[in-house]
């Protein structure tokens, strides 16, 4: 966030109200910021973890990968970002995706942030796949910023319904254990969004059972249908325009 932004929309608070109404009855198509991530390469070099912090932490360490099926992280969440950019689409919701193909190096975590706030985004969620080193640990996950003063207190509320919401429908979706919202201080991308950000960690790849089920077309595209609908539960729009 920047105290800038927040001085600037203080004064513009009386012409936002005055405009509201004319607003709600246009009802623009919101802007969601879908980020497959990680990319073909880590990235091994290091950035602050937040605004004017002197804690650096590695861009990108490149992701984990499917213990069964050898799938890499990155084309899997890609793929589903992908299933999910169509749907959201198709349900009147703007899309904008950090990446479309996976063939660099690693943006890091504070550039995908930058683009979230760049585009205005009502939301920007963070599309990720789990590893352990432990096969048997397994389950749906969302990460939420925790609140600290200056860094996400703008977007600290929003962000935490969003992930209540999201993860409700993906663990209806993917039929995996629910493993519940973790609120997290050391996420770059968090730490850097000056608007709602959330991170999914549909399955464990390390979990032979949750690797071979993402691993195919139909729960992809079930995961997606149900962060789709998550994604409507945060507009406060109905779930059914991702279809059935
Ligand atoms: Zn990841």
């Known amino acids: 966030m920047s105290p800038a932004r927040h001085f600037g929309a203080a004064l513009a608070v009386g012409a936002l109200a005055a405009a509201a109404a004319a607003t709600a009855a246009s009802s623009p198509a919101p802007t969601v910021v879908v980020d497959p991530g990680h990319d ?3 990235n091994p070099a290091t950035e602050p973890i937040g605004p004017g912090s002197s804690v650096r932490k590695v861009k990108d360490g490149g992701g984990t990968r499917g213990v069964v099926t050898g799938i890499r992280e990155a084309d899997l969440v890609l793929d589903v970002s992908l299933r999910l950019r169509r749907l959201l689409r198709d349900a009147g919701v703007q899309v904008v995706m950090t990446r479309t193909r996976t063939a660099r190096v690693s943006m890091g975590n504070v550039a995908r942030a930058r683009i979230a706030n760049r585009a205005g985004a009502s939301l920007f969620l963070r599309v990720h796949a789990d590893g352990h080193t432990e096969q048997s ?6 990460l939420a910023p925790a609140l600290r003063r200056g860094w996400t207190d703008d977007v600290y509320s929003a962000s935490r319904r969003a992930a209540r919401l999201v993860q409700a429908e993906l663990v209806r979706a993917s039929r995996f254990p629910d493993r519940g919202i973790t609120e997290r201080s050391d996420i770059t991308g968090f730490n850097w969004a000056d608007v709602p950000a ?7 790849m390390t979990n032979p059972t949750e690797d071979r089920a993402l691993g195919g077309p139909a729960v992809r ?7 789709c609908r998550g994604v409507l539960r945060v507009l406060r729009r109905a779930p059914s325009a991702c279809g059935v």
């Open 137 to 142: 640990v397994r389950g749906s996950h969302t």
């Open 221 to 227: 595209q079930r995961v997606a249908h149900g962060l």
């Open 40 to 42: 073909l390469r880590a």
């Open 198 to 204: 959330i991170l999914v960690e549909m399955g464990f």
